[in-house]
């Protein structure tokens, strides 16, 4: 079974603080993502790695950075939090060269609370 | 560029009334679809996903069939469980692997809710 794992589950932040979320693969996949869940929008893209030392901005970048820094190792970065960045947030693996699509495996969230 | 919509935000079914959600998408190239299912506090999984070929993906009761005629990719079910209660997220994948290519592109989800 692919496996995911982020942390912070749970976070409270102070507007302007940094904020790092970290995620872990064990499924060997190149592509990682990070996406945030938000009632009315569904799941939006933030940033996304095809492999070590790539990110790539998805459809709502600004305010958020990423680093890949590893294989198994993504990070999604707020470095200057606000209460808008208040979210619910999904990191994903996948394997676009499996040949059949781009089957995503989540993990199970970083509640975000920014105050 | 492309797009998955889902039209209904909430669906509210009596146990054992069938289901269908529905999918539309735009998109430039022949794209993959799915389906994602969420249960509550729980992680996004995949549910069901388009063939290459003409067959039909079923999972757990669950259908779906590519109409590219349409672009659509409704999700069906011929009884709905209460179990079957969660968030459904359609999304699309292009088949075209360059730069952007690796994308999953979500609609915004349906709930639906099942009663007794």
């Known amino acids: 079974e692919a496996a995911v794992t982020q942390s912070p589950r749970n976070k409270v932040a102070v507007t302007g603080g940094k904020v790092t979320l970290s995620c872990n693969q064990t499924?060997?996949?190149?592509?990682m993502y990070w996406y945030r869940q938000d009632t009315g929008h569904g799941l939006r893209l933030i940033h996304y790695s095809y492999g070590a030392g790539s990110t790539e901005k998805g459809d709502i970048p600004d305010g958020y950075k990423a680093s890949r820094p590893s294989q198994e190792n993504f990070s999604l970065i707020l470095e200057l939090a606000t209460p808008s960045q208040t979210s619910v947030y999904f990191c994903?693996?996948?394997?676009?060269?499996?040949?059949?699509?781009?089957?995503?495996?989540f993990g199970e969230g970083s509640r975000l609370i920014v105050v | 560029g492309d797009s998955v919509t889902q039209t209904e935000g909430l669906v509210t079914l009596t146990e054992g009334l069938p289901v269908m959600l529905n999918c539309t998408y735009q998109s430039t190239y022949s794209p993959f679809l799915f389906w994602y299912v969420q249960h509550l506090n729980e992680a996004p999984k995949l549910l069901l996903k388009s063939f290459t070929d003409n067959k039909r993906p079923e999972h757990q009761g669950f259908h779906a069939t590519l109409h590219k005629s349409s672009s659509s990719f409704h999700l069906q079910k011929s009884s709905a469980q209460l179990s079957d209660s969660a968030l459904y997220y359609c999304?699309?994948?292009?088949?075209?692997?360059?730069?952007?290519?690796?994308?999953?592109?979500f609609g915004i989800g349906t709930l639906l809710s099942v009663k007794p």
């Open positions: 999304a699309l994948s292009e088949r075209n692997y360059g730069s952007s290519g690796n994308k999953l592109i």
């Open positions: 499924n060997n996949h190149n592509n």
């Open positions: 994903a693996s996948g394997d676009a060269a499996s040949g059949d699509g781009n089957t995503l495996y």
